[in-house]
């Protein structure tokens, strides 16, 4: 059996009657519309609801479904404690959802949940589905800090494993949209909530995912939204489909924006291979980047897809500016994919004979030992832009007045605690911000008082830290 149907579904606590205590009713056409989708799944009778929640625990590169075999919740957060909820959850579909993941070389599995209890992602869509239908199990998974086209595959190995499994399954992609669509809304207004909630209503109406997947990072994080990555893995359920689609409603007179869409599989279309669609369009774009490419950045390219390649470390190469050759200095170098970090390493003084050399050498740490990424795979190596920063040699200085958030970088030291953070990074606008978060990467407390250093760097390429 393939998912008979995928629902996007909001999950607002006062949308539940206990809670709302006639609030409620402000949202009535999302309440018509939940109700019209209980009814939907209770004609369509799955044996399981597959439930994408942001509200459980959520690993910055794994997908958690969630183990075990019952699981309990209540609405007490939101003072209606007398609100419970208990399910069984459907063990042999989250093996097959896992075992088909990891085949795709993707990190799910059951194992790290912080929190047994139902969220509130899981039980407000939960409430209304089962006023009028409750014989099903549930399998609940949240998604992860991958990028969307990571959640879209996911959700094409969802699907692999539903069909191993041979269930009749309805998924809920649970959601809001935007939290700042009114000045008296709970983070205040910004435009592009609204840009953001027009661009997923209409991916909603007509089902055409490339646009979701080619969201930017800045625009879902200025929208403050918690409903993308859930709509991504849905989307990727139906890869190579044809679909119908519903916009049901969207509201949004609390000030956060509540969609209630669903998604049929009407049939195979091998053109809807969107995610196919999103690797083409990044590695032309980074191929672009390349081209105009300063020869620091290409000798970092060259660096990690020698590495990967061979398996051995490039040597230097002929033809290269004497700049390269003949100063030392300390250089970062970052890796982006799709406009994200894929990885980071650096040197705060030079360690080798030449920036060239440490160009080299922290090409491969960034590509290869940066834990907080896998190491990069020979695939990604065309969808990859390299960004090398050299730094100026460090001067102490006595106060953060002396510091420039756009045109210093920071150094803060505490005793063997040392930590950096590099000038004019997007969405860091203050002195006092950028001295925090280098003290929070050493480890050193807020309160603490620490050595400062600061320095300048010279800037091959554009993107962020």
Not at 188 to 195: K, Q, S, T, V
Request: aromatic share 8%; net charge negative.
């Amino acid at each position: 059996m393939s998912i008979m149907r995928g629902y996007f579904l909001p999950h607002p606590p006062l949308a539940v009657p206990e809670v709302g205590r006639g609030r409620e009713r402000e949202i009535q056409d999302t309440l018509d519309a939940l109700d019209e989708v209980a009814k939907e799944i209770a004609t369509l009778a799955p044996e399981t609801i597959i439930y994408i929640t942001p509200h459980s625990t959520v690993y910055a590169d794994y997908f958690l479904i969630s183990p075990g075999t019952k699981a309990k919740g209540d609405l007490a957060n939101f003072g209606a404690g007398h609100v419970k909820f208990q399910v069984e959850y459907d063990r042999d579909l989250v093996y097959e959802i896992a075992a088909s993941a990891n085949q795709d070389e993707i990190l799910a599995g059951d194992i790290g949940e912080e929190d047994a209890s139902l969220d509130h992602g899981t039980m407000v869509p939960m409430w209304f589905i089962d006023q009028r239908y409750k014989d099903y199990k549930v399998v609940r998974i949240s998604p992860s800090g991958m990028t969307s086209g990571e959640h879209y595959h996911f959700g094409m190995s969802i699907a692999k494993g539903v069909e191993r499994a041979g269930r009749k399954v309805v998924l809920v992609a649970s959601g809001d949209l935007s939290h700042k669509l009114t000045q008296s809304g709970p983070y205040g207004y910004a435009m592009e909530g609204e840009i953001f909630d027009q661009t997923i209503t209409t991916v909603l109406t007509y089902g055409d995912y490339l646009p979701l997947l080619l969201t930017a990072d800045s625009l879902r994080s200025a929208a403050a939204e918690c409903g993308f990555n859930s709509l991504a893995i849905m989307a990727g359920c139906f890869d190579r489909q044809k679909v119908e689609t519903k916009l049901y409603s969207y509201e949004g007179p609390f000030g956060v924006g509540y969609a209630v869409g669903s998604v049929a599989p009407a049939g195979q279309d091998p053109n809807r291979n969107f995610l196919d669609k999103l690797v083409q369009i990044m590695a032309k774009n980074a191929a672009l980047k390349k081209r105009k490419e300063h020869s620091y950045q290409q000798l970092a390219r060259k660096s990690l897809e020698h590495r990967v390649k061979t398996g051995e470390e490039l040597k230097v190469p002929d033809g290269l500016p004497m700049e390269l050759l003949n100063n030392r200095a300390g250089v970062f170098v970052s890796i982006y994919k799709n406009d994200r970090l894929r990885g980071c390493v650096g040197t705060i003084a030079p360690t080798t004979a030449s920036i060239a050399s440490e160009i080299i050498q922290n090409a491969v740490s960034a590509g290869m030992y940066d834990n907080r990424f896998d190491q990069v795979k020979a695939s990604e190596l065309d969808e990859l832009t390299y960004n090398v920063d050299v730094l100026s040699p460090p001067e102490e200085i006595a106060s953060i007045r002396e510091l420039d958030v756009k045109k210093y970088g920071v150094i803060v030291t505490k005793g063997m605690k040392r930590g950096l953070l590099l000038p004019d990074l997007n969405g860091i606008d203050t002195v006092e911000e950028q001295v925090a978060i280098a003290k929070q990467k050493a480890g050193i407390s807020e309160r603490e008082k620490v050595k400062l250093e600061r320095f300048l760097v010279t800037r091959y390429g554009q993107e962020e830290e």
